[in-house]
């Protein structure tokens, strides 16, 4: 099997974070990056050994040596690049969420089925091994009937009203931000765990600062925690949510509520969850990915910590170092990636064969419960989620 050549459209956060994941698969090479940036792409480009730099995406799209094209872009463009890739029968994985509306989302898997081009839509936390190990374990029957799935993603890089980034407008990141930016995520991981679809949801969505101080100048995500002079700013109205509380109902039974913030003080990343079944419960937080905790009534809890050596078959090939060794954030991408990249090299056919990553089906369907969420709070109700 011949290694492939990748191109990394976008060099904001997420652009570097799945160029360093490229780096550690021996089997890609990193052709090109590309950013409207061309300083900003130049600079990625040097650090990483990436022989070619452009300044616009359809340079790569004109590039004939490129196979598989990652869509690191603000939301408002992934619709429009991700269909020239999807033309140019490149192969694709894409951020989330993948286009701002399911119109486009569903015009797009239209598409991936004509053109049957591998495609993938990066909800990472799937990767890491204890997420792998639950999913195994509800697999397996272990936690019995599930009765309740619940838990939260809060975070505080948006706090102040002094915090900005195109996320908040909803012009470039879409009509929803914490439910489709970070509350997607949430969804995706606890219908992949529990094997269950979100079938209706009831929202709160909440916004706190209605008014930002935008910087005259572009600030990256996480990047509004640094200091910006008082002059530098504009009063502009908010249209997008800071904070959601959202009720679920899923297709097999299970009921839960998750809540996500961009506006809780202290909260880096925490993205937590626990699921209560009939014979024991689970519970795993992001920030301490390496153990996975079992909850019992009869007898002790129990702490499983990350070891290759006792985790199921599935979830040990997620772990790559020996139990004590922690691993994370940077290599849930990784994993993710490897599975897409191996599935490309096999040269199998992405609409025969299962796929083992998220694909743009997955991406469709997390954009129906974000819309389902934002009709939910407009009309005060439950809504049931429109998948095709
Ligand atoms: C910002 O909220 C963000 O970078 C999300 O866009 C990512 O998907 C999440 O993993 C971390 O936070």
């Known amino acids: 099997m011949s290694n492939l050549k990748a191109a990394v459209i976008g060099t904001g956060f997420i652009g570097p974070v799945h160029i360093e994941a490229l780096r550690r698969i021996p089997e890609v090479e990193l052709e090109a990056v590309a950013s409207l940036d061309i300083e900003s792409a130049r600079s990625v480009a040097k650090k990483f050994s990436i022989p070619k730099v452009y300044s616009t995406w359809k340079d790569i799209i004109e590039d004939n040596q490129i196979q598989v094209v990652h869509n690191c872009t603000p939301n408002n463009l992934h619709f429009e690049i991700n269909k020239a890739v999807i033309l140019s029968g490149k192969h694709i994985i894409s951020e989330k969420p993948l286009t701002l509306t399911s119109k486009e989302a569903s015009e797009l898997l239209k598409l991936v089925k004509e053109k049957r081009v591998v495609n993938a839509v990066n909800f990472n936390y799937r990767f890491y091994p204890l997420a792998q190990q639950a999913r195994t374990m509800v697999e397996k029957g272990e936690l019995g ?8 993603y809060l975070q505080d890089w948006l706090y102040y009203d ?6 908040v407008e909803s012009a470039s990141g879409g009509k929803s931000r914490a439910v489709a930016d970070i ?8 219908q992949f765990i529990t094997g269950q679809r979100i079938k209706s949801v009831f929202a709160d969505l909440l916004t706190f600062h209605k008014t930002r101080k935008r910087p005259l100048r572009e600030v990256s995500t996480f990047k509004g925690k640094e200091e910006i002079k008082a002059s530098e700013f504009e009063d502009v109205q908010v249209d997008t949510e800071d904070a959601a509380i ?7 039974g299970a009921r839960g509520v998750f809540t996500v913030s961009q506006v809780s003080a202290g909260r880096k ?9 009939s014979r024991r419960a689970i519970s795993w937080n992001q920030e301490s990915p390496n153990d996975l905790w079992v909850g019992y009534r009869e007898k002790a809890n129990e702490l499983m910590i990350k070891d290759p050596s006792l985790l199921s ?3 040990r090939k997620y772990a790559h170092y020996p139990g004590g ?3 994370g954030y940077a290599d849930g991408l990784k994993n993710l990636f ?4 191996d599935f490309i090299r096999l040269g199998k056919d992405p609409i025969v064969e299962k796929a083992d990553f998220p694909t743009f089906e997955d991406g469709y369907n997390e954009i129906q419960i974000v819309e389902a969420v934002i009709i939910s709070n407009q009309e005060k109700r439950w809504v049931d989620v429109q998948y095709k």
């Open 246 to 252: 959202v009720m679920l109902q899923f297709e097999g």
């Open 325 to 327: 060794h922690p691993e």
């Open 313 to 315: 078959e599935n979830a």
């Open 162 to 167: 002094t915090d900005y980034n195109w996320r």
């Open 145 to 152: 009937n599930i009765y309740l799935v619940h838990g939260n």
């Open 269 to 277: 990343n925490y993205f937590i969850f626990e699921i209560d079944g």
């Open 183 to 190: 509350g997607s995520h949430w969804c995706d991981l606890l």
């Open 338 to 341: 490897m599975n897409v990249y």
